[in-house]
């Protein structure tokens, strides 16, 4: 199984400033996703991170508000821009070895904007 | 647009009972199911996964069994330990696209 690093675990950030966020793979990885977790709600899927191009990014979610960047197989960031109280969320990294096999989750980065 | 829901949201028990999780998606098109536990303010670990032509997985103590035509899957927890309070998550994966829909999730708490 995939051994998955995300850094960093917290973060407390004011308003308007940005978070980027690692997610390093211990094998290479064919999927790479990026997900949020709202205070008491289930896991919404941000974006699919595509190495070498753009990320697809999913009903609501902009490039501009989260840049993605993916330089290779094993590595992606996520960027969370102008941040409001609202973005105070956990953002999880997840990984396919291959489209539709076992999906692994980092352990979180919980984002709290004040 | 797929919608997974589970049952109960909340469920306490006192250890070493048997418990059933239920989860519950509205197109049963997918191509597999996934349990997932999450501690709290933690990432998912993934517990079991059912491809779409099978019927159940196990893995120690937990079972999880797919029905796809009726859309139903459950979680069996056997001889529950206090070690096993978390959150459940199942999400099923579309016969088309890779993302996964995650269900609303059961919180599980179990009794010394």
């Known amino acids: 199984s995939a051994v998955i690093s995300q850094k960093p675990s917290r973060d407390i950030c004011q308003r308007g400033t940005s978070l980027t966020i690692q997610c390093q793979v211990d094998s290479q990885v064919t999927m790479m996703f990026w997900y949020r977790q709202q205070p008491g709600q289930s896991l919404t899927l941000i974006a699919t991170a595509n190495q070498g191009s753009e990320a697809t990014y999913e009903s609501g979610f902009v490039i501009d508000k989260f840049p993605i960047s993916r330089p290779n197989l094993t590595f992606s960031t996520l960027t969370v821009s102008n941040l409001s109280p609202e973005d105070s969320s956990i953002y999880l990294c997840?990984?396919?070895?291959?489209?539709?096999?076992?999906?692994?989750f980092g352990q979180g980065t919980r984002l709290t904007v004040v | 647009k797929q919608e997974v829901t589970q049952i109960p949201a909340a469920l306490s028990v006192p250890e070493g009972e048997n418990l059933v999780l239920n989860c519950s998606f509205t197109?049963?098109?997918?191509?597999?199911l996934q349990w997932f536990r999450q501690d709290p303010g933690k990432g998912l670990t993934s517990l079991l996964l059912i491809q779409s032509s099978q019927r159940e997985q196990t893995s120690g103590r937990l079972n999880a069994s797919l029905d796809k035509s009726s859309g139903r899957s459950t979680l069996y927890i056997a001889a529950s330990q206090p070690g096993d309070s978390a959150t459940y998550l199942c999400?099923?994966?579309?016969?088309?696209?890779?993302?996964?829909?995650f269900g609303t999730g059961t919180s599980l708490t179990v009794i010394p």
């Open positions: 999400a099923v994966t579309p016969n088309t696209g890779n993302q996964f829909y």
């Open positions: 997840s990984v396919e070895e291959a489209a539709g096999t076992e999906a692994f």
């Open positions: 197109d049963s098109a997918i191509y597999n």
